[in-house]
């Protein structure tokens, strides 16, 4: 019922409480992960400005626009190495994506492409509002996956 499941993760408290429940998954039959992380476009936005403003201020300046998304990306892959090795560790097949873009989007369009049974993600995430009774990517998630979506709560 639970074969493949897509665990998508901003590296919040939330976000890691839910792998505890992930790995319990493992137990009613769930067999492979599919770890991601969205490199939010307003990230990727500011580091355009950035790039183009240490420009206009030397214009010897030119590191290649790519390379710093190249380093960013990897930089999250290496965040992404121990939660991958634990989840090994439990037994399940691990596949690591990163996307960019608007974490929402990005989220629906891997649960397509890697037809996942099922979705596990915090109820809050990074900003964690104390007011919020629910984070906007979880509760658009809620509202538009197509598979089942366990929500761990704060
Ligand atoms: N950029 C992202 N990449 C992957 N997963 C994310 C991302 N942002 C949020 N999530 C997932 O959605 C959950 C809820 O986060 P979110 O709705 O953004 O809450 P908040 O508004 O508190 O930041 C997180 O615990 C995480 O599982
Ligand atoms: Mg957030």
Request: net charge positive.
């Amino acid at each position: 019922m639970f074969k493949t499941i897509l665990y998508p993760t901003d590296f919040s408290d939330t976000a890691g409480k839910s792998l505890d429940y992930l790995k319990q998954l493992r137990n009613a039959g769930a067999q492979k992960i599919i770890l991601l992380n969205v490199i939010h476009q307003r990230v990727l936005d500011t580091l355009e400005t950035i790039h183009k403003a240490a420009y206009f201020q030397d214009a010897r300046y030119h590191e290649d626009r790519d390379e710093v998304e190249l380093r960013f990306e990897k930089d999250r892959r290496n965040k992404m190495a121990p939660i991958a090795a634990e989840l090994t560790a439990a037994g399940f097949e691990v596949k690591i994506r990163v996307e960019k873009g608007y974490p929402v989007k990005e989220i629906l369009k891997v649960e397509k492409e890697e037809a996942v049974s099922a979705i596990v993600l915090g109820s809050h995430g990074r900003n964690n509002i104390l007011g919020a009774r629910i984070g906007s990517v979880s509760e658009k998630v809620i509202r538009r996956a197509v598979s089942a979506v366990l929500l761990v709560k704060r």
